[in-house]
């Protein structure tokens, strides 16, 4: 006697003449006394191309095989189905493999949409990596500028001013000569002791 299974249709055209039943059965757990569902999925040959994505069928199987992988021809289709969702309520095998198909799609959906976003918002990044450069070489002086201007320019930088002797001309100031210890000179200099 052949091997009969029932199962759902879960890829169709990929294959000449090949489609991929998913087939749902029982396991008894010992150790824990519960049955578990687990399914198997069969490469089944349909000459006519008589079925179409979430049928619900029955394979029979066929000896010799057709390939290596490829044991098991379609016998009848029980239910067309067009959408999972008009047999769902009534076995709830094949409510678990549709919901797992539509969970896998939206996985590889949200992946797809997470990498699109990833890498517009790095052209963004770099768009505005190149704007920010432009900004910073704008502040920069350009480059007719007198050798002064320069010299102020790196001593705002770097915080201080001109580190020389700084003379005076106006009364009352004082120049950085004369705060020197020592007696004063005639001549408003210092003179330095030896």
Do not use: C
């Amino acid at each position: 006697m052949p091997l009969i299974h029932k199962g759902v249709v879960t890829s169709v055209g990929k294959m000449s003449k090949t489609i991929t039943v998913t087939v749902p059965f029982k396991k008894h757990l010992e150790q824990y006394k519960t049955d578990i569902t687990r399914h198997k999925k069969y490469l089944v040959h349909d000459e006519g191309h008589q079925s179409h994505l979430n049928d619900i069928v029955t394979i029979i199987h066929q000896h010799p095989k057709f390939s290596p992988r490829k044991a098991f021809r379609l016998h009848e289709i029980h239910r067309q189905g067009q959408d999972p969702s008009n047999y769902v309520d009534k076995d709830p095998a094949w409510a678990k493999i549709t919901a797992q198909t539509k969970a896998n799609r939206a996985r590889e959906k949200a992946k797809v949409v997470k990498l699109v976003k990833l890498g517009e918002k790095q052209k963004k990044l770099a768009k505005g990596r190149d704007f920010l450069g432009d900004v910073i070489n704008a502040g920069e002086a350009p480059s007719g500028t007198t050798s002064a201007s320069k010299q102020s320019a790196s001593s705002k930088r770097s915080g201080g001013g001109s580190k020389g002797p700084t003379d005076t001309t106006a009364e009352g100031d004082v120049s950085s000569e004369s705060r020197s210890s020592g007696p004063k000179s005639p001549a408003g200099g210092s003179t330095q002791k030896p």
